[in-house]
């Protein structure tokens, strides 16, 4: 596979290196689309760690680009708070949204409220639960790859990657299977701007996520009149500390489990196979040793790091590699920069399978805010490569990937593939 984004990615190092750098962005989404923020990173990491950037398309804003200070900042919910939310929000966007009514979730909350939300919505990804479901993500998975075309390409982020997850998001909300492409559609809509994935305007954005709403709100007072059942919508219907939420923080809590039921599975499955055919060597790897997976499935998900950054607000005036972050100023913690941070992961930019402690990444958070699905995440990814390898001598990507036009989502649009022969 040829890499036709050397070029690009010489040209980022440029502007990284020569900019100012007390102007330097690294929240441009057009770098993370050309997969080209790295050298603004790196630059950060080493020169100015804890770095403000004063005019942005998001506006003003702290970069936390190295590991040890965004743990510091994501274990202490009490200087550095969720409340006005966990994303870096353009200003186009806070101006659309203005005289909409707010939607909080319960990752956009502090303790305690946050943890009585979170505890109500825990029991579908406890172990016992995924001890459950793994058989029938297993059969999923065996059906979908059985599905697939030999010889010819096709787009394994359609196919593969989109379908898993929201088969299983499907189950956890007890939602109809057949509609299930609904729910990666409104996660689409959700994170992306006009003009990017299915967004074409901010009001064909603003109707069809008053749609998914709508149909969820029907789901919500359908479960409230049943008896207690073990899904998503039932435990938020009959949960102590969420039956009696209002409707807008119940479509801000549809929103966070949609969106973080499938765009971080679905993205580093995608990454899983495009980064072993970066590095073939690892590919073979895993296919002569394939009780590597559980280890090959922790280093994707640090190398891919599928969701780019969380952001917090100051509560109070707190001083940070020398720099003085001020109350109300907002902070984004780059967990895609910190992956990369050599003063904690060694030669952390190569993609290593057998690396010793791989789960050492803060793809999914620290601190009370701690990514809820983790090991349903690291299930369906394991699940699906025991498959594959059980199936194909290899699967080989024929190009270049389409990527996310985002500073959050850290992902694939398509990811073009050839399935050369099915095994003996």
């Not at 923020?37 to 770095?51: A, G, K, N, T």
């Not at 969720?82 to 203005?98: F, H, M, Q, R, Y």
């Not at 030669?347 to 057998?354: F, L, M, R, W």
């Amino acid at each position: 596979m040829s890499d036709g984004s050397v070029d690009i990615r010489h040209e980022a190092q440029a502007r990284a290196y020569s900019a100012p750098l007390e102007g330097l962005d690294p929240a441009q989404p057009e770098l993370f689309a050309q997969d080209a923020m790295w050298p603004y990173f790196e630059r950060l990491r080493r020169e100015d760690p804890v770095h403000f950037t004063a005019e942005s398309a998001y506006g003003p804003f702290w970069s936390i680009t190295r590991y040890n200070d965004i743990v510091a900042v994501d274990t202490d919910h009490e200087t550095f708070s969720s409340a006005d939310g966990i994303t870096l929000v353009s200003l186009e966007a806070k101006a659309e949204a203005a005289n909409r009514p707010a939607r909080p979730s319960f990752i956009s909350m502090d303790p305690p409220k946050h943890d009585e939300q979170r505890k109500t919505v825990s029991p579908v990804v406890a172990p016992a639960n995924l001890h459950r479901m793994a058989p029938v993500i297993r059969e999923r998975a065996a059906k979908i790859l059985d599905g697939l075309p030999i010889g010819e390409t096709f787009d394994w982020v359609d196919l593969v990657s989109k379908e898993l997850t929201a088969m299983t998001l499907a189950t956890l909300f007890d939602f109809p299977q057949e509609e299930r492409r609904r729910l990666t559609h409104w996660s689409d809509v959700f994170t992306n701007a006009p003009g990017h994935g299915p967004v074409t305007s901010w009001e064909q954005k603003r109707r069809e996520i008053s749609e998914c709403f709508s149909v969820f709100s029907e789901l919500w007072n359908a479960r409230a009149r049943a008896e207690p059942a073990f899904d998503l919508i039932s435990m938020l219907a009959h949960g102590d500390a969420t039956r009696d939420m209002d409707e807008h923080e119940f479509h801000g809590n549809v929103a966070l489990l949609i969106i973080g039921g499938n765009d971080t599975t679905r993205n580093t499955i995608s990454g899983s196979l495009y980064a072993l055919n970066r590095n073939p060597a690892q590919y073979r790897k895993l296919r002569e040793n394939p009780e590597l997976i559980s280890s090959m499935v922790s280093e994707t998900i640090r190398w891919q790091t599928p969701l780019a950054h969380m952001a917090r607000t100051a509560t109070r005036d707190v001083e940070m590699g020398g720099k003085t972050i001020r109350k109300g100023d907002r902070v984004a913690m780059w967990y895609v920069s910190g992956n990369r941070d050599d003063s904690v992961i060694a030669d952390p930019d190569s993609y290593v399978i057998d690396r010793p402690n791989p789960r050492r990444h803060l793809s999914f958070g620290f601190g009370v805010h701690r990514c809820v699905g983790n090991r349903l995440a690291e299930l369906q990814l394991t699940i699906i490569w025991e498959e594959i390898l059980k199936r194909f001598p290899v699967v080989d990507v024929v190009g270049e990937p389409l990527r996310t036009h985002s500073v959050f989502v850290k992902g694939y649009e398509t990811l073009p593939v050839v399935i050369p022969e099915r095994a003996a």
